[in-house]
T-cell receptor, first 116, second 114 residues
Framework: DGGITQSPKYLFRKEGQNVTLSCEQNLNHDAMYWYRQDPGQGLRLIYY???????QKGDIAEGYSVSREKKESFPLTVTSAQKNPTAFYLC???????????????FGEGSRLTVL | AQSVSQHNHHVILSEAASLELGCNYS??????LFWYVQYPGQHLQLLLK??????LVKGIKGFEAEFIKSKFSFNLRKPSVQWSDTAEYFC????????????FGSGTRLQVQP
């Protein structure tokens, strides 16, 4: 089945450690996104990528990094510089990019990161 | 920058009651508007969307939303809710800017009591 796979589903890390969240899609979508979901704050955009080898910062990019070496993959690294990393992270994709992108998103099931 | 406001943070209804969740956005130009739903333990899924045309949009599971441009609003409605509608609902907007990424509201948690 086509879809977006995020792994791991649950992740625990110690303070000061970097951690990488995986996001893979087999929908042949051009654009991919990372959002962070916190209670009462909705979803906030971390990074997005409209095309391979290109990505842009979202509203809360500090302390995060991404890469887009393949169309199917958009991993997110939560670095030790992120001050409050405990959250639910959602990856999404969109079938089009650039000016034709309507913004409609398809979401993965999310990764819950807890910093101990 | 575009922003989305959802004024109802937590709504509790009895089954068969009518529902209206408010959503207002800040961008004055052309917008694409969405409502997403997150059922307990499930991933976010699209409820309905508005791109252009008829401002009254029908979605899945009996939901509908009305785009009122003069009020910058896109309120979600359902005439009669069911216990299975218990979920968190998010309004989102994609404005005609270069960013091409959705901006979400803070969400409304709906609890339907049997």
């Amino acid at each position: 089945d086509g879809g977006i796979t995020q792994s791991p589903k649950y992740l625990f890390r110690k303070e000061g450690q970097n951690v990488t969240l995986s996001c893979e899609q087999n929908l042949n979508h051009d654009a991919m996104y990372w959002y962070r979901q916190d209670p009462g704050q909705g979803l906030r955009l971390i990074y997005y990528s409209q095309i391979v080898n290109d990505f842009q910062k979202g509203d809360i990019a500090e302390g995060y990094s991404v890469s887009r070496e393949k169309k199917e993959s958009f991993p997110l690294t939560v670095t030790s510089a992120q001050k409050n990393p405990t959250a639910f992270y959602l990856c999404a994709s969109s079938p089009r990019s650039g000016r034709t992108n309507t913004g409609e998103l398809f979401f993965g099931e999310g990764s819950r990161l807890t910093v101990l | 920058a575009q922003s989305v406001s959802q004024h109802n943070h937590h709504v509790i209804l009895s089954e068969a009651a009518s529902l209206e969740l408010g959503c207002n956005y800040s961008y004055g130009g052309t917008v694409n508007l969405f409502w997403y739903v997150q059922y307990p333990g499930q991933h976010l899924q699209l409820l309905l969307k508005y791109f252009s045309g008829d401002p009254l949009v029908k979605g899945i599971k009996g939901f509908e939303a009305e785009f009122i441009k003069s009020k910058f609003s896109f309120n979600l409605r359902k005439p009669s809710v069911q216990w299975s509608d218990t979920a968190e609902y998010f309004c989102a907007v994609n404005a005609g800017t270069g960013r091409r990424a959705l901006t979400f509201g803070s969400g409304t948690r709906l609890q339907v009591q049997p």
